[in-house]
Structures are given as structure tokens and as C-alpha cells.
């Protein structure tokens, strides 16, 4: 009897093991089915979704890290290219641009002061009854650059907050004195101080566009 028992284990482990290696050879075959099958009938198999999911995961992996074939450079390199490059882009867009009269060189001109006044000139400040009176001096192609913007936003800032401004031509620039009545605008100007006075308002980039269309020009000597 014993004898019996165990060539009966004998012959039925191999059988088991072919079974077995059967099974995992038609799996692929059976999952390929059902994936089809699944397809045909708007079923989404999880095997698919796993491997939709995966590939998602990846391209949204190369995409924080800079791999992204969608992607392009938006800022342009330099900051008085990139204004000429908007200026430029408002022309095409309006039908109404007379060609005849785009003077993008004046606004160019006009970026070369600005880069002048506010990273070469020499601003000395000191406070005066209701603001502050700064003098403002350069050098070489500095001194008409500040001669021309500095008296120019001086009338600007006279139509702000109550503000009274006033531009004194200098040998080597210009005096600037601004001031108010109200001891909370005094305190203001004081704070914003020569560069802050320099940015204040929103009317530079009107005039740059008025500029680039031949409306509005600094004299440059």
C-alpha cells in the first residue's frame, strides 16, 4: 500500500509542475485577451490603466525637470529687448499703426537714458520742509541723459498726490526737490527717495509706445 501512495506523489508532482508552467505560458495570451476584449467594450483593464498611469507618471517627471518638448524660453534675454520686443508686438496688432511714422530708434535712445539715470548717475539725497531735495550728477553721456528724463518726470510727478516738484538744471545734471503739504506725503517721498520718485506713476509705458509710434520724443543731443 505504501508502495502505491508514493508512486501516486511521484506521478502527480509532475503533473502539477507542467500544469503550472502551462498556466503562466497562456497568462500573457489571456491578458492580451482581456485587454481587447475590455477595448471593444470601453472597459479599461487594470493591467492598461497600471501602464497608462505609469507612462503619465514618467512624462510628468520629465516635465519638472525641464524635458518637456511643449516648453519655450519667455523671457528674452535683455530687459530693453524684451520692452522694444512688447512695443513691437502692440504695433503689428493694431491696424491703425501709420509705419510711416515708428521711430523705434527714439525709444531706444530713450531705454539707454534710463539705464544711465538709474544705474550710472550719483544721487545724493537730504531732506528738506515737506520732502527732499536730491541732486542728481554723472558723467560723459550721463549728464544729458539725466538732464533729459529728470525735468521730464518732474512734470509727472506734479500731477500726483498733491506733489509739488521742481527740476534745477545743473553743469553735471540736475537738482531735484520734491515736496507736500501733507505730512504723510512728506513722509512718503522721503521714503520712496530719489529712484522711488524716478519709477512712481504709470505713465512710462504710454509714453513708450507714443514714443515707438513718433508721437513723443526726448531731444537727444
Do not use: C
Amino acid at each position: 500500500m505504501r508502495k502505491l501512495v508514493i508512486a501516486a506523489i511521484m506521478l502527480a508532482v509532475p503533473l502539477a509542475v507542467f500544469a503550472l508552467y502551462a498556466a503562466r505560458a497562456h497568462m500573457p495570451s489571456m491578458m492580451t485577451a482581456q485587454m481587447e476584449a475590455g477595448a471593444r467594450n470601453n472597459i479599461p483593464h487594470p493591467l492598461a490603466q497600471n501602464m497608462r498611469s505609469g507612462m503619465r507618471h514618467e512624462m510628468q517627471d520629465h516635465s519638472r525637470h525641464g524635458f518637456s518638448s511643449t516648453q519655450a524660453p519667455a523671457m528674452p534675454g535683455q530687459n530693453a529687448f524684451g520692452a522694444i520686443q512688447e512695443i513691437v508686438g502692440l504695433l503689428e496688432a493694431d491696424p491703425e499703426t501709420d509705419w510711416s511714422k515708428v521711430d523705434l530708434e527714439a525709444l531706444r535712445q530713450h531705454l539707454i537714458d534710463m539705464n544711465d539715470v538709474i544705474l550710472k548717475a550719483v544721487a545724493t539725497e537730504s531732506p528738506v520742509k515737506g520732502g527732499i531735495e536730491a541732486t542728481i550728477t554723472g558723467t560723459g553721456r550721463t549728464v544729458g541723459a539725466i538732464q533729459r528724463m529728470v525735468p521730464a518726470h518732474a512734470n509727472e510727478l506734479n500731477k500726483m498726490n498733491g506733489w509739488s516738484a521742481n527740476a534745477e538744471a545743473l553743469p553735471d545734471g540736475v537738482r531735484l526737490t520734491v515736496t507736500a503739504a501733507n505730512p504723510a506725503q512728506a513722509t512718503r517721498i522721503r521714503g520712496l527717495g530719489f529712484i522711488g520718485l524716478m519709477v512712481s506713476g504709470a505713465h512710462h509705458q504710454p509714453h513708450h509706445l507714443a514714443m515707438a509710434k513718433g508721437e513723443f520724443v526726448h531731444a537727444h543731443n
